[in-house]
């Protein structure tokens, strides 16, 4: 009697082995982000354990600003960062900083309601229903080089324009663009969710435009860290469980916008990003379902910046795209 119990406890541990990998066995991935929506399949990871299935143990480290997580990958603080594409990262990998581009986290895609350049209540009355109206007048940014200097620029340029048909002012925070409109110190500014429904609701404020709706755009991606590239087994492992994060985002938030996995993404959001849920719901970001980086967007984007002088070299997309590691992920995963 024995026996048969013995080989069968023995059967039972084997099997567990393929059901859970424990916790002593998980590679632990430090990965530096910033508490927005569009950190969401981040957050559905860590939480449905997706990464842990691929046997990877998602250490988040939190920043308030962009800047500095180049900076921490760059000293091997932290393994894959999670961030916009600004000038000012181009320009630290232009500069020999060891990051690559890997895959999707985000972009503006017509439909999605995300940002917008809004203009005062008096700019509004004047008749300011277009782009070409604010020729001659104030546009505030965050920055020069920023995401929305890029969005403005390109925007001006499909209407036959340049940067240097208006002011552009940089303001410092998404606060100071808010505030500056509705107080009318200048005439118009972009602006976020969940903001603009706020202001337009208020009635400070009115939409001239959404970017996503004229400019498909990779605003942000993640980035692979030079020593945890040479992980080659834990950056496709955690890159699988990214592409399943996604999955779950894409199919639960994006395509479904009611039921309880689309409030359960909801809820799971707001609780990193300390969002209220219905903040949260005006503002979920367009991701690829399987985290697959719109590639061709990074070259132009390149081009333009070192063509408005915002980098100081030029630079293929080749020198800093690595697409190797999603596409050994979606073999592994299948589609």
Same mark, same amino acid.
Not at 62 to 70: E, M, R
Not at 158 to 176: I, Q, R, T, Y
Not at 245 to 262: F, T
């Given at each position: 009697m024995k026996k048969p119990m013995i080989s069968i406890l023995l059967l039972c541990f084997v099997f567990s082995l393929f059901v859970s990998i424990p916790a002593w066995a998980l590679t632990t991935v430090k990965v530096g982000a910033l508490r927005l929506s569009s950190t969401a399949p981040i957050f559905i990871g860590m939480d449905k354990g997706f990464f842990e299935a691929e046997g990877v143990k998602v250490e988040p480290?939190?920043?308030?600003?962009?800047?500095?997580?180049?900076?921490?990958?760059a000293s091997g603080d932290i393994d894959v960062g999670a961030t916009g594409l600004t000038a000012a990262l181009y320009n630290s990998i232009a500069q020999g900083m060891k990051i690559t581009v890997v895959a999707d986290k985000g972009r503006e895609w017509p439909g999605y309601k995300l940002t917008a350049i809004i203009v005062n209540p008096e700019?509004?009355?004047?008749?300011?229903?277009?782009?070409?109206?604010?020729?001659?007048k104030r546009v505030g940014i965050t920055q020069m080089g920023s995401t929305f200097h890029y969005i403005l620029g390109n925007l001006l340029e *499909?209407?036959?324009?340049? %940067?240097?048909?208006?002011?552009?002012? $940089?303001?410092?925070?998404? !606060?100071?663009m808010r505030d500056t409109v509705i107080t009318?110190?200048?005439e118009s500014a972009f602006l976020v969710q969940p903001h603009i429904?706020?202001?337009?609701?208020?009635? *400070?404020?009115?939409?001239? %435009?959404?970017?996503?709706?004229?400019? $498909?755009?990779?605003?942000? !991606?993640?980035?692979?860290?030079e020593k945890f590239m040479k992980n080659r087994s834990g950056a496709v492992a955690f890159m699988k469980g990214y592409i399943r994060?996604?999955?779950?985002?894409?199919?639960?938030?994006?395509?479904?916008?009611?039921?309880?996995?689309?409030q359960e993404v909801i809820q799971l959001i707001a609780k990193y990003t300390e969002e209220k849920p219905e903040a949260v719901a005006l503002a979920l970001p367009y991701m690829d379902r399987n985290g697959e980086l719109y590639a061709e967007d990074i070259q132009k984007q390149l081009d333009w910046y070192e063509r408005n002088g915002m980098i100081s070299k030029k630079m293929a997309a080749t020198e800093l795209v690595d697409?190797?590691?999603?596409?050994?992920?979606?073999t592994q995963l299948g589609k």
């Open positions: 480290v939190w920043f308030k600003a962009a800047a500095p997580i180049a900076v921490a990958m700019q509004w009355k004047a008749g300011v229903r277009d782009l070409k109206d604010l020729k001659g *499909k209407k036959g324009m340049s %940067l240097g048909d208006v002011k552009v002012v $940089p303001l410092g925070s998404v !606060a100071s009318h110190q200048i429904t706020a202001v337009e609701k208020e009635g *400070k404020a009115h939409v001239l %435009l959404w970017a996503g709706d004229h400019l $498909p755009y990779q605003i942000a !991606a993640n980035f692979y860290g994060s996604c999955r779950y985002y894409y199919d639960n938030a994006l395509a479904k916008k009611e039921g309880p996995q689309y697409l190797s590691f999603w596409k050994e992920a979606m």
